[in-house]
Nanobody, 121 residues
Framework: QVQLVESGGGLVQPGGSLRLSCAAAGSIFSINAMGWYRQAPGKQRDLVAMVTVNGIANYADSVKGRFTISRDNAKNTVYLQMNSLKPEDTAVYYC???????????????WGQGTLVTVSS
């Protein structure tokens, strides 16, 4: 009934750029925040960036100054502009949304399917 649809991953050389997109599709009452996590092989899933519906953004220290998160509330979409990419940015990137499906329901978390970003020469 509701899902997150991600796109934009791929192979890029060090120093290059990619733009990830994530759109929430289906019946959603409200979205409190959307963000991006990433998981490299053998490692835990870590927060990359998050933005609230009112525009407050937070970034992991490792991506500050290089990545920019933005959102289009009307489209229920969040973006991650990734510049100056490094090999250590290689990971599967997952979109996450904190949502309420119905007015009476509580908050819940939704995850996208993940999109692979590979930074290599």
């Amino acid at each position: 009934q509701v899902q997150l649809v991600e796109s934009g991953g791929g192979l890029v050389q060090p120093g290059g750029s990619l733009r990830l997109s994530c759109a929430a599709a289906g019946s959603i009452f409200s979205i409190n925040a959307m963000g991006w996590y990433r998981q490299a092989p053998g490692k835990q899933r870590d927060l990359v960036a998050m933005v609230t519906v009112n525009g407050i953004a937070n970034y992991a220290d490792s991506v500050k100054g290089r990545f920019t998160i933005s959102r289009d509330n009307a489209k229920n979409t969040v973006y991650l502009q990734m510049n100056s990419l490094k090999p250590e940015d290689t990971a599967v990137y997952y979109c996450k949304a904190w949502v309420r499906v119905t007015a009476a329901g509580g908050n819940r978390e939704l995850w996208g399917q993940g999109t692979l970003v590979t930074v290599s020469s």
